[in-house]
């Protein structure tokens, strides 16, 4: 999915977990995310607290998508 | 470690007045068993049933498979951690009740569980088929939730196996095998010209009923770690898990892995089997990374030549997989993979979810996407209730006429990433 979005001409940035597979199926922009069965939160953490996670991973990954790449880019912190 | 491994042949199983082995023959007092499997309170009522190899019998929604064993000498007793004391087993005497198993089904906890055919075209996909079968279908108390009845099937399980194993305490083995691994600076220079191979044995532990347990603790909580290959024959890793039918390791997997078999076979001979790495399929990528670092730096460590890698699963697993194979490669030991392939109904699919031109030595356990039709049964153990739902079943899966059309993923062991099965794939 994120290949053929790109191929449309739209940039895609990837959220995922297992990075590694993310680049063997050559995404180009990669967020790492929290972990394979809730990555966008974490439920350990207290509801304001994770809040305060998915918003910056919100973020993060827009701001990917205003960043200009050359080849795969994993954004980490 | 050195333990001997008797073997007492069971041909049959029958129902009788006192459980008790004679002339090849298990017979068990099924309210005896019953009364063992209720002294849980999660459990409201379990009927026991036998399925022996060749009949038109389908046990289904299988859960777990448990070879019936007892330790007769040596320290510790089978399951350690779990039904006995947190002993280091693998030394001494292990009876085993060879040909007999015990299999554990009931209403599904997850979607995961699987098929077991005795006779027809799906008996050939799983080699629980061969085996004598006492079936326990568990019902659970009402209000309990997946994880608790879960883990109450499963004792039940282990329960009942060690039950019957201990019959054969006093019973002459119709065969004895002797396994021996030494400490690793002696085991190295035993064989000094054959080639060091070690066996990295990965675990399901995605979580979320996908577990293992390593003498009692859950192994998403292990860091990689090594074991005496005979600790296994004792029940030190049992299954906990829910994974699809096909690839997951029962605790009968486990007991008999044939990749630890196979290496003792050729140990001495033209290897050199040095031991078991253990570890683990988190869910957290940094998991995943730090386990692969540590199993690749324990086959250097143990200055091994070669490494067998098995997974366990599928989906992100195959990275689990992939990442300890490439690190061990980048270590200087040459690795083999054992795996499975979700490559579709026409296996023209990619295989594996991750891949790596490292991974040039792949032993598969095949499709498990491929479609199988399994005749009516005329008589099921447990209930056809959830076949549409196990993965593998689709909607219409199970036919009016009680014949079901699915994939193999839905049978008990189809395609198993221990290679205990018949299926693989030649590549010339």
């Known amino acids: 999915m994120v290949k053929e979005i790109e191929r449309a001409g739209i940039p895609v940035v990837h959220i995922c977990t297992v990075v590694p597979i993310s680049l063997t199926v050559g995404a180009n922009r990669i967020v790492p995310a929290i972990a394979i069965p809730y990555p966008l939160g974490d439920p350990t953490l207290e509801p304001t607290e994770e809040k305060k996670l998915r918003r910056k991973l919100v973020e993060k990954a827009l701001k990917s998508l205003q960043t200009e790449v050359d080849g795969q880019t994993v954004f980490e912190d | ?428």
């Open chain 2, 1 to 428: 470690m050195h333990l001997e491994l008797g073997k007492i042949k069971i041909t049959d199983i029958q129902f009788g007045d006192l459980t008790k082995v004679e002339a090849g023959v298990l017979y068990v007092n099924k309210q005896e068993l019953i009364d063992l499997i209720m002294e849980d309170d999660h459990i409201k009522g379990v009927s026991v049933e036998l399925a022996r190899p060749g009949e038109e019998v389908r046990i289904t929604p299988v859960k777990d498979v448990i070879e019936p064993r007892v330790k007769v000498e040596g320290p510790g007793g089978i399951f350690p951690g779990v039904l006995n004391k947190v002993t280091t087993v693998g030394s001494g005497r292990t009876h085993v009740l060879s040909g007999a198993a015990v299999v554990t089904c009931g209403k599904i906890v997850g979607f995961q569980e699987g098929i077991i055919d005795m006779t027809g075209p799906g008996a050939d996909y799983t080699p629980f088929s061969k085996l004598n079968n006492v079936c326990l279908v568990i019902e659970a108390t009402e209000g309990l939730n997946q994880y608790e009845y879960e883990a109450a099937a499963r004792m039940a399980g282990l329960k009942a196996a060690s039950y019957l194993g201990q019959i054969g305490k006093d019973i002459q083995p119709d065969e004895i095998k002797v396994y021996e691994t030494k400490p690793l600076l002696e085991q190295a220079v035993e064989y000094p010209n054959l080639p060091k191979v070690g066996y990295v044995y990965m675990l399901q532990t995605q979580g979320l009923l996908h577990d293992t347990y390593v003498y009692g603790v859950d192994a998403k909580k292990i860091v990689p770690t090594i074991l005496y290959p005979t600790e296994i024959m004792d029940g030190a890793i049992l299954s906990g898990n829910c994974v699809s039918a096909c690839d997951k390791n029962t605790t009968y997997h486990h007991l008999n892995n044939p990749i630890i078999h196979d290496l003792y076979e050729r140990h001495g001979k033209d290897i050199n089997f040095m031991g078991i790495i253990i570890t683990n399929e988190n869910v957290y990528l940094a998991d995943k990374e730090r386990s692969s670092n540590w199993t690749a730096k324990f086959t250097k460590y143990l200055g091994l030549d070669g490494a067998i890698i098995s997974q366990e699963g599928f989906g992100n697993p195959d990275t689990d997989l992939i990442m300890n194979c490439k690190k061990i490669e980048d270590e200087g030991v040459k690795t083999v993979i054992v795996t499975d392939e979700y490559a579709g109904r026409d296996g023209a699919s990619q295989s594996l979810a991750d891949a790596d031109p490292k991974a040039d030595a792949v032993v598969t356990g095949g499709n498990a996407n491929e479609v199988i039709v399994l005749p009516p049964m005329k008589k099921v153990i447990g209930t056809l209730d959830y076949i549409d739902k196990i993965a593998g079943g689709f909607d219409g899966s199970l036919r009016p006429d009680g014949s079901i059309e699915a994939e193999i993923q839905v049978i008990t062991g189809a395609t198993n990433e221990l290679g205990f099965n018949k299926m693989s794939a030649i590549t010339y």
